[in-house]
């Protein structure tokens, strides 16, 4: 998932959002974030008029459902 941009909402941070309902969900994030660069991607070969920095990444966030406490002093 990449963040958003629009004119009305102005910047939407998704993955932020969507670590927000999923933590209140219950989940738990299971590994660190995987992102994936855009190589190559149209948007970086396109000439924009305004001031813009193109979305260069992706982010992949991957959940779990919340377990007991698997600390080490419990193993």
Excluded at 28 to 49: M, P, W
């Amino acid at each position: 998932m990449g963040d958003y941009c629009d004119r009305e909402a102005g910047f939407v941070p998704l993955v932020y959002f969507t670590k927000l309902l999923a933590f209140r969900c219950g989940l738990r994030q299971h590994c660190t974030d995987i992102v994936r660069f855009s190589h190559g991607a149209s948007s970086s070969r396109k000439v924009y008029r305004s001031a813009f920095i193109p979305g260069l990444h992706d982010v992949v966030a991957i959940f779990e459902k919340g377990r007991h406490d698997r600390s080490p002093t419990t193993v």
